[in-house]
């Protein structure tokens, strides 16, 4: 095994034992981040010197904690990437996007000062949608990630880069965001595993913002036990995000191994399979492997229930009106005067969507003062990319005065309703399990023209967001696919979803199912 | 026709908290360089996200409640929409339909008549950053941006500029009452908007098009934008016009309002719940907590000061203008009792000498050196004959100066009133003595030339000596000549 290839918790533990470096370990990730990203393209920005900095340190802690024997912090020397949506102090974020091209935040998100104090060494900032929207990396306005299971293929999105990287050995884990399935869609795609927390459960603050009622930042990793790992390193109140709930972390690793040692693991556990998740048009193979994944986890002493969640159908639309609400006001300071890219007035010129309302307000305070909303103007028409423009103009609409009550008040009620659906079933069983995502990864440019086809690619990631719960991908099996000859097919995820704050069942049922099974550890062949 | 104004006014304080609305950075920003009171959450910053600063929640609560508002149980911020440079989200958190406060109403007083003016609501939100512009360029300081400011709404219910005028200065004194506020509007603590229609006087009917005036940074903007809106209204409908409806700006320099934006033009600010701040529970006892710390209020303390201590209500106004001088005043009264001084003389003595002098000499009530219990113990050395009340005046001066107690200055100064009969005789006598020819003049019917003997004891005396005393005695001598 290559040293790139490592789980979090192995390496960890041949660091504990001084078996590798975290020196050798960095610059195995690197060698093969130069060797394979030209072809993947999951990586935005690579801080290898900085990178290999941190690792000499590490290195020299951990020879400290085994020389007197203490307690090492969890991620000490372990390499890691990051969605380029969370800011890094002193490393270039762009979300994905143009207008913060140059943007290189001044201070670090409430996750990375975590992880920092963990001990993980930040390797890079990964590519992803602009503003984390799309579900392909096709909206970066820097490139498009390539599913490492099928170059010709899409990792996901957003957060596709973080996917493929972790997909392709490109670091142990990363970090991903998730509005309405940024992260398990990816992760379901590229046979990775991706957690999606409760909202609050993971502090915001330093998040570059899409949608703040449903924005959550997750890790994506090789396995289940890392996401257990990364989780309670990320997870925790913080008194600068307001919606950070004050509840205690615990400990998810031993959650995760409730069971593990006993013949039917999942003894006592509930399962409700949902009958909206099964519809049609979804692909067979999709269809088939998740319904094989049920018989495992039955298999494993589960007892499984068709349960129904009636407003699913909903979801889509309640999504696409509130999200892009927040949206709106989200991206509203992006206007080229504090900070990020600025359009040269030459071109600001040419822009002839004038107006006089705004233009006459500024009339008796300074000469000069069109060029500002010239600037202001061409800044965010150039800065954002089409579908990031689509989506402001949605989120405006939906908030206008005479159409606030029939969509963004209504969409609110809607999501009250889709809670409901999830708190009726919580009633029945323990955790819900159906598909990440209708298909397996599509190719590239498949969707890209078609917007309505690329939100429906989230169809069964969007209503967990909504209702503010808990829910993971890990692989469960690859589909055939007819355009494909000579590959077993490619990755599905099995979705499993659970109470809000009740992470440590999820991942007892996912831990129990990968514990059993062996997709996991298949690789792409690259 | 005669036309009525209506008028309603929104203002905008400034909340004394040591930090900013939605981040820790400190709020008293003036006179620091400019960009020096900012973290990433009051620049805007990507990622940056706001906290609610308690203490401004329960400043707008307190004074709320000083203003006779309702608390509901529940409120919640919102985001107000809308693109400006000073604006550095691209939203302002405010609070739209949940404010923290409605209904309510203050008391003013118009030459006599009180009158009640509603407020419609009192609620909370974050200052923009500030705008120079110098030549061709504009450039923004951000100190300003995130401090609190409480908005609060009035009912259209004022019907000229002086109602407006004796509204804004009465939310001003309430303010500065519950220290929440410097109403400093110099320093644009206090800033305001108003809404102006004009109505046939008679109609109660609010007129459909009102005029709203922005941006006005004084009491006096407020006034002169005002009366020049009244005017302008009142003009174009006598000869047969009607009234647009437009957002105007004010033009201090021009003294004139001018047109912003149409009603075609007006914004959208497309308000939504601020998803990034939870809503607020205010359950009772957190009300009733805040209400503790309310302080006797501007109107209570003048209906105490006429009614329970007689002053007159110049007196009981001038004295209860700022809390810090009733304060004072009510202190130095307390001290008087234990001496029998009473509280009308002491407010004679503060409304007249101590603010003649407070205002002479530009000293403000915290800094002024007499201490409230020695101004009693002044008056009871008049009361008690020992010092005149001309000397009086001249120890209180000397005590503005120094601090000293009165009984000290009178001692060291040797200023105490003669009132040693043989001692005053004495002097008499030799005055008589040295000046015969006044008292040829006397003895021959010129009785007014008394007076002229009590002015040269006086002058003998440095003017200690007890005039009662001196009349009487003087008299005495001259008619036993």
Not at chain 1, 18 to 41: F, M, N, Q, W, Y
Not at chain 1, 95 to 115: C, Q, R, W
Not at chain 1, 427 to 452: H, M, N, R
Not at chain 2, 106 to 121: F, H, N, P, Q, V
Request: proline share 5%; glycine share 8%.
């Amino acid at each position: 095994m290559e040293l790139y290839q490592l789980t979090v918790h192995a390496a960890r533990e041949l660091l504990q034992t001084g078996g590798i470096t975290s020196l050798d370990l960095t610059r195995a990730i690197l060698e093969r981040i130069e060797k394979i990203d030209p072809r993947v393209h999951a990586y935005l920005t690579v801080i290898a010197e900085r990178a290999l900095d941190s690792a000499r340190d590490a290195d020299a802690r951990w020879t400290e904690h085994r020389r007197d024997g203490s307690r090492a912090p969890a991620l000490l020397g372990i390499p890691m990437a990051i969605k380029d949506e969370i800011c890094t102090r002193g490393v270039r974020t762009t979300a994905g996007s143009k207008i913060l091209h140059n943007f290189v935040p001044p201070y670090d998100a409430t996750v990375m000062e975590k992880l920092n104090s963990a001990g993980a060494i930040l390797i890079g900032k990964t590519n992803q949608d602009e503003f984390a929207m799309g579900s392909s990396t096709e909206n970066s306005r820097y490139f498009t990630t390539r599913n490492p299971w099928d170059l010709e293929r899409v990792p996901g999105g957003s957060s596709g880069g973080s996917a493929a990287a972790v997909a392709a050995d490109e670091t142990l884990f990363a970090l991903g965001t998730d509005t309405g399935g940024s992260v398990r869609q990816p992760a379901g795609l590229t046979n990775t595993v991706g957690l999606r927390p409760t909202y609050g459960r993971v502090s915001r603050f330093g998040v570059i913002a899409f949608a703040s009622s449903l924005d959550q930042v997750g890790p994506i990793t090789k396995d289940v036990r890392d996401a257990a790992i990364i989780l309670g390193a990320i997870a925790g109140h913080d008194p600068r995000e307001a919606t950070s709930v004050n509840v205690p972390v615990p400990d998810y690793v031993a959650a995760m191994r409730v069971g593990a040692m006993h013949a039917s693991p999942l003894q006592n556990i509930r399962v409700g399979v949902p009958r909206e998740y099964f519809i049609e048009g979804m692909q067979p193979g999709v269809a088939r492997a998740v319904r094989d994944a049920i018989h495992v986890l039955e298999s494993l002493g589960a007892t499984t229930q068709e349960v129904s969640l009636p407003h699913t159908d909903y979801a889509l639309p309640t999504y696409y009106l509130i999200a892009p609400a927040e949206a709106s006001a989200n991206l509203a300071r992006y206007d080229g005067v504090k900070y990020g890219y600025r359009a040269p007035f030459d071109s600001a010129q040419g822009d002839t969507l004038r107006d006089s309302a705004q233009g006459d307000t500024l009339r008796d305070s300074a000469q000069g003062s069109n060029e500002m909303w010239d600037v202001m103007r061409a800044t965010r028409g150039d800065g954002f990319g089409a579908e990031v423009k689509r989506r402001i103009m949605l989120g405006t609409y939906a908030l206008s005065a005479g159409y606030y009550d029939a969509y963004y008040l209504k969409a609110q009620k809607v999501r009250t309703l889709i809670k409901q659906d999830f708190d009726r079933a919580f009633e029945q069983v323990d955790v819900i399990v159906g598909p990440t995502s209708p298909s397996t990864a599509f190719k590239i440019g498949e969707k890209v023209d078609d917007p309505l086809q690329m939100y429906l690619a989230d169809v069964f990631t969007l209503a967990q967001a909504l209702a503010g719960i808990p829910a993971i991908s890990i692989p469960c099996g690859f589909a055939d696919n007819a355009t494909l000859s000579g590959v077993e097919g490619l990755p599905v995820g099995l979705q499993i979803m659970g109470r809000a704050f009740d992470e440590p069942r999820v991942l007892q049922v996912a831990y129990a199912y990968e514990h059993a099974t062996d997709w996991h550890t298949r690789k792409p062949q690259l | 026709m005669e036309y009525e104004p209506v008028i309603g006014l929104e203002v905008h304080a400034q909340l004394l908290t040591q930090s900013k609305m939605f981040c820790a950075c400190s709020a008293d920003y003036a006179g620091a360089p400019p960009n020096t009171h900012l973290c990433p959450t009051c620049l805007g910053m990507p990622g940056a996200l706001p906290v609610i600063n308690q203490r401004a929640v329960e400043f707008t609560i307190l004074t709320a409640r000083a203003f006779n508002c309702e608390i509901p149980e529940f409120a919640k911020f919102d985001r107000k929409n809308y693109h400006y440079p000073d604006l550095m989200k691209g939203y302002q958190i405010s609070q739209f339909d949940l404010p923290l406060s409605r209904n309510g109403f203050i008391l003013i007083d118009d030459a006599g008549t009180i009158k009640k003016i509603g407020i419609r609501r009192v609620h909370l939100e974050e200052d923009t950053a500030k705008l120079f512009h110098d030549g061709n360029a504009s450039r923004v300081d951000v100190n300003r941006s995130g401090v609190p400011l409480m908005e609060i709404v009035s009912e259209p219910e004022m019907h000229s500029v002086e109602e407006a005028r004796l509204y804004s200065l009465k939310l001003r004194q309430i303010l500065r009452y519950l220290g929440v506020c410097s109403g400093d509007m110099e320093k644009g603590a206090m800033r305001f908007e108003a809404n102006i229609s004009l109505r046939a006087r008679g109609t109660t009917e609010l007129s459909a098009t009102r005029v709203e005036i922005k941006n006005l940074n004084s009491l006096r903007a407020m006034v002169h934008a005002t009366e020049f809106e009244i005017a302008r209204q009142t003009k174009i409908l006598n000869a047969g016009g009607t009234v647009e409806q437009e957002t105007m700006g004010w033009d201090e320099a021009r003294n004139s309002t001018f047109t912003q934006r149409s009603k075609e033009e007006a914004h959208d600010y497309r308000y939504f719940p601020e998803p990034d701040l939870p809503r607020l529970e205010v359950s009772r006892a957190w009300v009733a907590e805040i209400e503790a710390r309310l302080p006797e209020l501007p109107d209570a303390k003048y209906d105490r000061l006429m009614r329970e201590l007689g002053l007159s209500s110049y007196d009981a106004g001038v004295i209860t203008a700022e809390r810090d001088v009733a304060e004072y005043y009510d202190r130095a009264v307390d001290a008087g009792k234990a001496r029998g001084v009473e509280a009308k003389t002491i407010a004679n003595w503060v409304s007249g000498e101590l603010f003649r002098l407070m205002k002479e000499r530009n000293v403000e009530i915290g800094a002024v050196k007499i201490a409230p219990a020695q101004i009693p113990d002044l008056i009871a050395l008049v009361n008690a004959g020992t010092i005149s009340n001309n000397i009086a005046k001249n120890v209180f001066e000397e005590m503005f100066a120094t601090g000293d107690d009165a009984k000290k200055i009178v001692q060291a100064k040797g200023l105490g009133q003669i009132s040693n009969r043989a001692a005053l005789v004495a002097i008499i006598e030799k005055i008589i003595a040295d000046n015969p020819t006044q008292v040829a003049g006397y003895r021959a019917g010129k009785t007014a030339l008394a007076q002229w003997f009590v002015g040269q004891v006086m002058k003998a005396t440095r003017g200690q000596a007890n005039p009662a005393l001196v009349n009487e005695l003087v008299a005495d001598k001259l008619k036993s000549l």
